[in-house]
Nanobody, 123 residues
Framework: VQLQASGGGLVQAGGSLRLSCAAS????????VSWFRQAPGKEREFVAG????????PYADSVKGRFTISRDNAKNTVTLQMNSLKPEDTALYFC?????????????????WGQGTLVTVSS
């Protein structure tokens, strides 16, 4: 499967952005998909994940209550709605996919990665 992330941009603190991860491949519905982010000078970190049936959606504590992950298997897309953005949310955001139903925070367990989309939140 090939992934393409989009939707990043520059937004003021308190604003919203909607990231999309578009996937190719007929079996996308069987993949677990997660969003990760990497801020300048920091390690890549898990943000949110979603199972193939959307039945489980864990979030990092830092984004809980502000971000919402969802998917549309018919359209082969996973979306990350980001509200109440803060300057510390500034990062390059990646979507990643893995076969199976488990959602892991470890990036090494994901087989497929998108190219990243930059989110910049100004104060």
């Amino acid at each position: 499967v090939q992934l393409q992330a989009s939707g990043g941009g520059l937004v003021q603190a308190g604003g919203s952005l909607r990231l999309s991860c578009a996937a190719s491949g007929r079996t996308f519905s069987s993949y677990t998909v997660s969003w990760f982010r990497q801020a300048p000078g920091k390690e890549r970190e898990f943000v949110a994940g979603i199972r193939s049936n959307s039945g489980y959606t864990p979030y990092a504590d830092s984004v809980k209550g502000r971000f919402t992950i969802s998917r549309d298997n018919a359209k082969n897309t996973v979306t990350l709605q980001m509200n109440s953005l803060k300057p510390e949310d500034t990062a390059l955001y990646f979507c990643a996919a893995r076969i199976g139903s488990e959602i892991y925070s470890a990036q090494a367990l994901y087989n497929y990665w998108g190219q990243g989309t930059l989110v910049t939140v100004s104060s």
